[in-house]
């Protein structure tokens, strides 16, 4: 049986106000481009790491660990489905290349991480808060092309905020139970920067 997935929203609250065109629709690419995309991702500098890096921990990394679908959110991972790419949501490389990162450190956590539970909203929490800190999804300037502003300590209310709305789609943590969760697993694993030296 299948767990539960690490589903990961495409940020709609952190959209800025005068993003793309009117209308708010925004076009995603062709789904020859995102499977494209994804080939070209493959050849990452943190994509190559993180695969390499569970091929010697002995995890899989099957060929068809990645699948290019349509989907609600940016892209999941599921144990022992792998990982999905929303093609529907992906614009440009930049963004295939981010959920390619941030879903193969959940299924990194997935196989290194012994007993790890998805239906735990701990265990949940901590692959979230290390997805987002070790993708470089806050990174500031992604953070500013979402319209938000850099100050002090942002990063940290970035991985926080994003962590909690990935945990809001668990089915086993309701909104109380995934604030608590980040909140007492956090200083492990934001500092817990496996398989990278420190952040990246
Ligand atoms: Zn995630």
């Known amino acids: 049986m299948a767990g539960a997935q690490a589903q990961d929203s495409v940020a709609p609250e952190a959209t800025p106000a005068s993003a793309s065109e009117p209308g708010g629709a925004s076009?995603?690419?062709s789904r020859?481009?995102?499977?494209?995309?994804?080939?070209s991702a493959l050849k990452?500098?943190?994509?190559?790491?993180l695969m390499e890096r569970m091929e010697k921990s002995g995890c899989p990394?099957?060929?068809?660990?990645?699948?290019?679908?349509?989907?609600?959110?940016?892209?999941?991972?599921?144990s022992g489905f792998g990982i999905k790419v929303c093609c529907n949501h992906m614009q440009f490389q930049d963004e295939i290349n981010q959920v390619l990162i941030h879903e193969l450190i959940h299924a990194y956590d997935d196989c290194v991480g012994k007993n790890l539970d998805w239906k735990n909203c701990a265990h949940h929490a901590c692959s979230e808060i290390r997805a987002n800190h070790l993708s470089g999804d806050c990174h500031y300037k992604r953070e500013l092309l979402r319209g938000f502003m850099k100050m002090r300590g942002h990063e940290q209310e970035c991985v926080k905020r994003r962590s909690l709305m990935s945990l809001?789609?668990?089915?086993?943590c309701s909104d109380a139970a995934?604030?608590?969760?980040?909140?007492?697993v956090?200083?492990?694993c934001y500092n817990d920067?496996?398989?990278f030296d420190r952040a990246p």
């Open 27 to 29: 076009r995603c690419m």
């Open 32 to 39: 020859e481009d995102c499977v494209a995309g994804i080939r």
């Open 44 to 49: 990452h500098p943190t994509v190559r790491f």
């Open 61 to 78: 990394v099957w060929p068809r660990l990645i699948t290019a679908t349509t989907c609600s959110s940016s892209g999941g991972y599921a």
């Open 168 to 172: 809001k789609t668990n089915p086993y």
């Open 178 to 184: 995934a604030k608590d969760a980040i909140e007492a």
């Open 186 to 188: 956090w200083d492990i």
């Open 193 to 195: 920067t496996r398989p």
